[in-house]
């Protein structure tokens, strides 16, 4: 069995970006716009099409994996995900049994809505859905250690020196302890939360419309990103600015950066694309951008607030 560890953002399902779920550190790309390790999880007609970020102008080394000079992909490849957990560490996340690892990207055939939505069109390595396994967020506790000879900044590790071995071991009996696979999660099932994507219904380039169960409009994440990244600054923490609540306060570390962005004017009202500045997005909470959304026309926030009394909330 070849190994290739691949490093790539932290997300929980990797099914395509939400507000809830898109890729975390793993790159300064995933800083600005949405790492296209988002989709590594989803299938498209029994495969599943893996990204990893190589450097521009580089490709990854086949040739450490055994591949003969000429040739452009090698198969019967273990591929292991890797990715630095919110509390810090690089840990093992999932993995493809029996992959192909190409030496260049290949563009993705047929790719699917949530590929679109992302834009995410390309990939380089592929392996047989029935082949792959995602851990869940709280199953990933296998770390690598740091240092020289370990996974670092580089998206690619060959564990390729003696005292890989033992971490070599334990990946092997992990993969080999999960003998079930874990079936991929359709395109439009519920999230890890067991909460259909308001942002996928709703949903980002600006109000371009596109056919996923019905006619949706498109959001764009990297100004949700931003948004997030602003008011972090701005304030350190991210409160709903309905009902002030803090998913940090109540879950800690796993809820510092998690909250959901309203587009104040709803992109299911915009007959045509659409600029949207960080003015026009607000830090809201599951439960408040949800009963936002029943009602229509969706009112403003301040009108929210004042209906339900939550106008004499402090932010």
């Known amino acids: 069995m070849k190994f290739l560890f691949c490093h790539v953002g932290w997300m929980a399902s990797y099914h395509g970006a939400t507000d809830e779920d898109y890729p975390l550190k793993g790159g300064k790309y995933n800083d600005s716009y949405i790492g296209h390790e988002a989709c590594n999880f989803v299938d498209i007609n029994g495969f599943l099409y893996g990204y990893v970020q190589v450097s521009e102008g580089k490709t990854i080394n086949i040739g450490r994996l055994g591949a003969d000079r000429g040739d452009t992909s090698i198969e019967n490849i273990t591929v292991v995900w890797l990715a630095t957990a919110p509390d810090g560490g690089i840990v093992v996340i999932g993995w493809y049994k ?9 563009k993705t055939p047929t790719p699917s809505a949530r590929h679109l939505k992302d834009d995410i069109l390309y990939y380089n390595i592929k392996t047989e859905t029935k082949n792959a396994f995602l851990l869940s967020p709280g199953e990933r506790t296998l770390s690598s250690k740091k240092g020289k000879g370990w996974p670092g900044q580089s998206p690619l590790w060959y564990a390729s020196e003696p005292e890989n071995q033992q971490f070599i071991e334990k990946v092997r009996a992990l993969i080999n302890d999960k003998s079930i696979i874990k079936p991929t999660q359709s395109p439009d099932a519920p999230n890890a939360a067991g909460v259909t994507d308001l942002d996928l219904i709703e949903a980002a380039t600006e109000g371009r419309d596109m056919l996923v169960t019905h006619i949706k409009k498109e959001r764009n994440q990297a100004i949700i990103n931003r948004k997030k990244r602003h008011v972090l600054k701005a304030t350190g923490h991210l409160r709903c600015e309905i009902c002030n609540f803090s998913f940090r306060d109540v879950y ?16 299911s009202e915009a007959s045509e694309k659409i600029e949207t500045s960080l ?24 009108e929210f607030k004042s209906r339900f009394g939550f106008d004499s909330t402090k932010n």
């Open 98 to 106: 029996d992959a192909t690892v190409y030496r260049q990207y290949q």
């Open 279 to 302: 003015d026009d997005l607000a830090i809201v909470c599951s439960n408040c951008h949800r009963m936002i959304h029943r009602i229509t026309p969706v009112p403003g926030i301040e």
């Open 252 to 267: 800690g570390d796993i809820g510092s950066d998690f909250c959901e962005v309203h587009h104040i004017k709803p992109l």
